[in-house]
């Protein structure tokens, strides 16, 4: 079975600064996905980033970006020119790849809380 | 596309109660799921369907009953509520490629 770990409960940042939540997973397969989740106040689950393990690049997508260090089974997020709508619960997941002993199923870490202060 | 949704919004319960929270998709999705919220420790997998007439159990079952007889409904049944089972209750639902996954606005349900 597949482990997801985040080790920091709450993280805080100054607004238009970069903060970066750590992941890290546990798994036996060699390809697979994992995404970084963000649920504001309101509840609902917004994907933010997405990457496929057996692509080497980090994924990007605007001011959010992801280092994915597979050998270590680390995935971490890199929020830069943190904005205050950023505030959020963010949730780091993995899923096994179509054929996968998980496909479909999302195993989500315990989640941080990230503050922008302004 | 209404997309996910789950009704009720909130819900309290007493101890002993039977309810069910209900789920609908209107993508036309064969894959559904129902996870639970709890403060530190993430979304846990309680039932998923993979279409019609086929469910199976996720991480923590015990409590729960689903059944999916249309490609579009997917309610979560509680017997007997329990405190335990007090949480956040998200139903989700997956198109073809890997990163479609859908979730419903949550249901936030108190056992009394």
């Known amino acids: 079975a597949q482990t997801v770990t985040q080790s920091q409960p709450e993280m805080s940042v100054q607004e238009a600064e970069t903060v970066t939540l750590s992941c890290t997973y546990d798994t036996s397969e060699n390809n697979y996905y994992l995404f970084w989740y963000k649920q504001p106040p309101s509840r609902q689950m917004i994907l933010v980033i997405r990457?496929?393990?057996?692509?080497?690049q980090n994924a990007t997508e605007n001011r959010f970006s992801v280092n994915f260090q597979k050998a270590a089974k680390s995935f971490s997020l890199k929020i830069s020119d943190s904005q205050l709508g950023d505030t959020a619960m963010y949730f780091c997941a993995f899923m096994s790849p179509a054929g996968g002993t998980s496909y479909g199923k999302l195993t989500f870490g315990q989640g941080t809380i990230l503050t922008v202060h302004p | 596309n209404a997309g996910v949704t789950q009704t009720p919004k909130f819900q309290v319960l007493k101890t002993g109660q039977s309810m069910t929270l209900q789920c609908a998709q209107d993508?036309?999705?064969?894959?559904m799921s129902w996870y639970r919220q709890d403060p530190g420790m993430g979304l846990r997998l309680i039932h998923y369907s993979v279409g019609a007439g086929i469910t199976d159990q996720g991480e923590v079952p015990n409590g729960y009953n689903v059944s999916r007889s249309t490609t579009e409904d997917f309610p979560l049944r509680l017997l007997s509520a329990a405190p335990s089972q007090t949480s956040v209750y998200f139903c989700?639902?997956?198109?073809?490629?890997?990163?479609?996954?859908?979730f419903g606005p949550g249901t936030r349900l108190t056992v009394t």
């Open positions: 993508m036309n999705h064969e894959y």
């Open positions: 989700a639902s997956k198109g073809r490629g890997p990163y479609e996954q859908y």
């Open positions: 990457q496929e393990a057996y692509k080497q």
